[in-house]
């Protein structure tokens, strides 16, 4: 009976004691499901910077922001910059006007006269190139919102679908919304939406000019002998007493004098003679 009994509780032992070891085995696995959750906010932002919409500039594009910046604030300062500035990338990234910051300032009748061919001073340089590289690495005029237009501050119009949003650099800016309060353009894509990709050493402004002719014209080397002309047959070469060398290096045309007539000629003693 009591071996029976000690067997029972060796038995009871031994379950007790796996039951331990797998409740220490489970405890364990909440902080694995810690450190995962620790690694999420990182893929989160991982997945966010890859979902933004990128648009390409060349430092042709960033003239052109810098020069619509510069002329439609009327030279003011860093906040009228910013504001004509955030103007620029609304259009650009509403998908209603032209695909980069170039055509979106040369557009006909939108901007300024003469703002891709006037002068900027140097004494604004500094401060324009800042608001510009501003504008490109995603900061934005607070007050601007999703305006898309603006005019030069103190003119009143009577269309009722100017919501006007701020006043910056001595212009009113303004957004068209409808009765229904609606933007009548496509809305621009927030900053953070938006990634700007420099290309070095490219223009997207399409060309002047076409080439006439290629870069490269083959030139014909000179034969011994001949003297070749572009373009034409070479000319064979004139039946003279004396062979004149020839140069490889250099054609140089060579005068060759008319012999003179003999003086034992028949017709030439009769002149004389009657002469």
Partial sequence: MRAHTSLGKSLAGILLAGVAAVGCTTAQQPASKVVSEATKPRNAA???????????????????????????SEHSDRDG???????????????????????VVAQQRQF??????????????????????????????PGVKDAMFFHT?????????????????????????????????PAP????????????????M????????????PVPIPMPGTVATLGTEPAPPAPT???VPVSTDAVI???????????DNAVLRGSLAHG
């Fill in 206 to 217: 399409p060309a002047q000019f076409e080439a006439l002719v290629p870069t490269t014209v």
């Fill in 253 to 263: 045309p060579v005068a060759i004098p008319t012999p003179r007539p003999d003086l």
């Fill in 81 to 103: 910059y910013m504001a004509v500035g955030t103007v620029v990338m609304n259009r650009l990234t509403s998908g209603a006007y032209p695909d980069s910051i170039c055509g």
């Fill in 241 to 243: 007493e004396a062979v």
């Fill in 112 to 141: 300024a006269p003469g703002v891709m061919t006037r002068e900027v001073e140097p004494v604004a340089e500094i401060e324009l190139a800042d608001a510009a590289d501003a504008i490109l690495r995603g900061e934005r005029h």
């Fill in 153 to 185: 501050d103190g003119l009143s119009f009577p269309y009722r679908n100017m919501h006007y949003v701020t006043i910056a650099g001595g212009n009113a800016f303004y957004e068209k919304r409808g009765r229904d309060g609606e933007l009548q353009t």
């Fill in 189 to 204: 894509l927030p900053a953070y939406e938006v990634a700007m990709n420099y290309l070095p050493g490219r223009s997207r």
């Fill in 46 to 72: 991982h997945a966010a910077q890859s979902t933004k919409v990128t648009f390409n500039y060349t430092a042709k594009d960033r003239d052109c922001l810098k020069r619509a910046m510069y002329f439609e």
